[in-house]
């Protein structure tokens, strides 16, 4: 058992807390103790793809890759490259064996440009080696015509290598047109125009507000206004956001999550953001809802956006929201919005 364990990624063996459980009064809340919460556990499909590679067997990464882009389940395909390519990076092994096995392949070519930008994203010379990456998002976005990934990936890419407002018009309609309310294209355009705005959040709140309202009730887009408030409340610059436009962002992403089972890896992600918005509003009812039905499913954003040690500050808060109003005041106009994130990264 140990050297089956030592064979998988990291992301999936449990990440347990080293602080001691306190198993009933979280237990009373509703809430899985502290060393039962996990950090990006993957879904049902993506976590078996995960064991094979670290085994270095592609095939199941190759199914599932396949399987999504047969059925347009393009968020899933999205989130699914975007786990395999960091996988790659760190154990590129497997992946190099099924690029050489089917190098013209989609999802190899998906992945591969993903795997690209993820190498130089924190580079110095981020923007000079990221033009030399433009070759490989070209040959995944040519390789199946419909799929908009690509073009998230293109999103990334333009943020990153400071591309002009012109070419990121080309690109960000050419995403719209394959898939009008895509989570993942919106979210990089979102970054994209926060970076142009910086200091202007107001642009960034009408790009979510505009996009959340033309999609669909169950879209994973109508919680593009919560990272809008997220990134407000982290900046720490610009001028303010009224009280009202931040609730009524927080209220959309709780219509959202409402909408998922509890206790489901999927949407996770949200509703750790979502959790970090409600508290900062000082919704502290509505928080341990949240975390109800996060259950034992931390994730690194936002948390790691915040702290070096995402589980630990994840398991803090939701420490402080279970144990009633703390010493901190809450959010507040005028108050330079609070806890400070890390400058956007990939």
């Known amino acids: 058992m140990v050297g089956t364990m030592a064979l998988l990624p990291p992301f999936i063996r449990a990440s347990r807390s080293s602080r001691p459980a306190r198993n009933a009064p979280h237990s009373a809340a509703g809430l899985p103790a502290d060393d039962e919460v996990l950090l990006d556990v993957p879904d049902d499909r993506l976590g078996p793809a995960l064991v094979a590679a670290g085994l270095g067997a592609y095939a199941p990464a190759a199914e599932l890759l396949a399987h999504t882009r047969e059925r347009a389940e393009w968020e899933y395909r999205d989130r699914y490259a975007t786990r395999l390519a960091a996988f790659a990076h760190s154990r590129p092994e497997w992946f190099e064996d099924w690029r050489a096995a089917a190098p013209r392949d989609p999802d190899v070519l998906l992945v591969s440009a993903q795997l690209a930008v993820t190498r130089v994203w924190r580079s110095p010379a981020r923007a000079e080696l990221l033009r030399e990456v433009s070759p490989l998002i070209t040959a ?110 927080a209220d959309r992403a709780v219509a959202l999550s409402a909408r998922f089972p509890a206790a489901d890896p ?80 990939h």
């Open 266 to 345: 999927w949407p996770a992600e949200i509703r750790n953001v979502l959790t970090y918005v409600l508290v900062r509003l000082d919704r502290r009812d509505d928080a341990l809802a949240q975390l109800r039905l996060i259950g034992p499913y931390a994730t690194s954003f936002p948390w790691g956006r915040l702290s070096d040690d995402p589980l630990g500050h994840f398991l803090a808060v939701r420490e402080d929201v279970r144990s009633g109003p703390s010493g901190s005041p809450p959010w507040r106009p005028g108050n330079g919005h609070g806890e400070r994130a890390r400058p956007l990264d």
């Open 140 to 249: 995944a976005a040519q390789s199946d015509v419909r799929d908009p990934v690509p073009w998230r990936i293109a999103l990334d890419h333009a943020r990153g290598s400071r591309a002009g407002h012109k070419y990121f018009g080309e690109l960000w309609a050419a995403a719209v047109r394959r898939a009008p309310h895509h989570y993942g294209c919106h979210v990089a355009a979102k970054r994209y125009l926060a970076e142009s705005w910086h200091g202007s959040h107001h642009e960034c709140f009408d790009f979510a507000d505009r996009a959340a309202q033309d999609a669909p009730a169950g879209a994973l887009v109508q919680a593009l206004p919560a990272r809008a408030a997220f990134a407000y409340l982290t900046d720490g610059c610009g001028p303010e956001v009224p009280r009202e436009r931040l609730d009524a962002a």
